[in-house]
């Protein structure tokens, strides 16, 4: 088992920065993949960004691609999620997850689960 929890969420205005943390507990940080999601109100959860087991390698999808950058720090059990440019539509609950050994984008793969932060932008 692996406890995620998410932190950093809040209002911003529109062109501004967040960034994202999300701690784990239980087993070992750098044994997962680690990935972030997002959810708005009436739509589908979606992917937005995934770092593999050391940081060495990272997607994004491309509506955040060149706004926002995942990393992790396994020493800290942390991954993180540095949002600049933010646009009203950015706003959404976002959740960090865990895979032992998918590196895709499907959220249905991921096995754990924070329990989210709001990021509101406002126009």
């Known amino acids: 088992q692996v406890q995620l929890v998410e932190s950093g969420g809040g209002l911003v205005q529109a062109g501004g920065s967040l960034r994202l943390s999300c701690t784990a507990s239980?087993?070992?940080?750098?044994?997962?993949?680690m990935g972030w999601f997002r959810q708005a109100p009436g739509k589908e959860r979606e992917f937005v960004a995934r770092?593999?087991?050391?940081?060495?390698?990272?997607d994004y999808s491309e509506s955040v691609k060149g706004r926002f950058t995942i990393s992790r720090d396994n020493a800290k059990n942390t991954v993180y999620l540095q949002m600049n440019s933010l646009k009203p539509e950015d706003t959404a609950v976002y959740s960090c997850?865990?895979?032992?050994?998918?590196?895709?984008?499907?959220?249905?793969?991921?096995?754990?689960w924070g329990q989210g932060t709001q990021v509101t932008v406002s126009s």
């Open positions: 997850a865990a895979t032992p050994d998918y590196y895709g984008s499907s959220w249905s793969r991921y096995a754990y």
């Open positions: 239980g087993r070992t940080f750098g044994n997962y993949i």
């Open positions: 770092i593999s087991w050391t940081g060495g390698s990272t």
